[in-house]
């Protein structure tokens, strides 16, 4: 008897064992046909969300290069007829008289400092939300475009106080319309950079500037840089948001 209890026992704990290992099985198998199920759909909305982002990134990148060449067309128009810069003949177009390659660089310069603009924000964790709308980015171009302008229209004494007059200007431009500390490091940046640049490509006779009395370009020429990278990054902060809630919309 003993034995036939032993043996009892020991068969149903088998059975116990496993109809409790089968259970298991089937849990499993079912818990990863769910996460089948589940990843499937997550994947594509993932892949839908990616190609977004990208198609917005390319619109901004064309719409801040169309905005960085009309500036640089108007922009350097008004220069070249204050005889603020000078370009050889043969490297003069006949569009606004304007040589090809400066609408171009402007362009290009325009999309990356504008798509950077919020990357930084981003990568910062500071989203900026000062004045967000267009109206402001407008008023924003408008006093760029003064800025410039009186770069080549006003006359001072020299140009020590016309570089102060205007570094006042752009740090009032970004006062204005920025007040972020991402854009006010960046326009130092890109004021420096861009400075450089200038400096490489009169150095190598490539065009020249009047009077010139920082090396080889005029000492204001950094605050025209300064404001005109806190106005493309305005641009395509706004941008970014516009599109931003476009997505999220949709």
């Keep these: 008897m003993p034995e036939l209890e ?7 704990c088998s059975t116990g064992a496993k109809a409790k290992s089968t259970s298991g099985v089937t849990s499993i198998a079912s818990a990863a046909v769910m996460m089948a199920a589940v990843s499937a759909p997550l994947s594509g909305i993932r892949d839908t969300l990616s ?43 006949i569009l606004f008289s ?24 981003r990568h910062l964790g500071e989203p900026h939300k000062f004045k ?8 924003c171009i408008a006093v760029f475009v003064g800025i410039n302008h009186a770069s080549a229209k006003l006359d001072f004494a020299n140009n020590v106080q016309l570089s102060l007059t205007l570094a006042a200007l752009s740090l009032g431009l970004w006062w204005t ?9 960046l ?7 861009a400075t450089l640049v200038t400096q490489v490509l009169v150095y190598n006779g490539v065009y020249q500037y009047t009077s010139p009395d920082f090396l080889y370009v005029r000492s204001w020429l950094p605050c025209i840089f300064f404001s005109g990278g806190v106005t493309v990054g305005n641009i395509g902060r706004q941008l970014a948001m516009t599109s931003a809630e476009k997505s999220h919309n949709d």
């Excluded at 967000?132 to 008023?139: D, H, K, L, N, T």
């Excluded at 319309?177 to 490091?185: L, T």
């Design 6 to 12: 032993a043996q009892c026992w020991h068969c149903s």
């Design 177 to 185: 319309f920025d007040r972020s500390r991402s854009g006010f490091g």
């Design 51 to 93: 190609r977004v982002q990208a198609t917005h990134l390319i619109r901004q990148g064309l719409v801040l290069f169309a905005v960085g060449v009309l500036l640089a067309l108007v922009l350097n128009l008004l220069q070249v007829q204050r005889n603020v810069t000078l370009f050889p003949e043969e490297a003069m177009a």
């Design 98 to 121: 304007s040589a090809w390659w400066v609408p171009l660089c402007c362009g290009t310069a325009a999309a990356v400092v504008g798509l950077l603009y919020p990357c930084i924000d």
């Design 187 to 193: 326009g130092i940046t890109i004021a420096f950079l």
């Design 132 to 139: 967000r709308e267009w109206a402001s980015v407008m008023r």
